[in-house]
């Protein structure tokens, strides 16, 4: 069955970088678009990013623009986003999901921004 396996949180100063790592499975990765999406404590989910089945086109929330870069290797099923330049207002649980996809969401992975 799909499945998506987010990793790469953690806890980190204002100014600072982590790099989110997921692992998708159980469907044909190459295919499809992928998301990055958070929730932050206390609010709704949102859309972070997303990324083509190909990697060439790439979109982003405003407040992340500049800051934050998607990424995917298809040979390897994984999906990347790369932050830096973090800000109190990034922490929340990050997760990935699948374009036309409307089953279960993964565990998701944790970032912390704080001093």
């Known amino acids: 069955q799909v499945q998506f396996v987010e990793s790469g949180g953690g806890l980190v100063q204002p100014g600072g970088s982590l790099r989110l790592s997921c692992a998708a499975s159980?469907?044909?990765?190459?295919?499809?678009?992928m998301r990055w999406y958070r929730q932050a404590p206390g609010k709704e989910r949102e859309l972070v990013a997303s990324i083509s089945s190909g990697g060439d086109r790439r979109n982003y929330i405003d407040s992340v623009k500049g800051r934050f870069t998607i990424s995917r290797r298809n040979a390897k099923n994984t999906m990347y986003l790369q932050m830096s330049s973090l800000k109190s207002d990034d922490t929340a649980v990050y997760y990935c999901?699948?374009?036309?996809?409307?089953?279960?969401w993964g565990q998701g992975t944790q970032v912390t921004v704080s001093s």
């Open positions: 999901y699948r374009d036309s996809y409307f089953g279960s």
């Open positions: 159980g469907f044909s990765f190459s295919l499809y678009g």
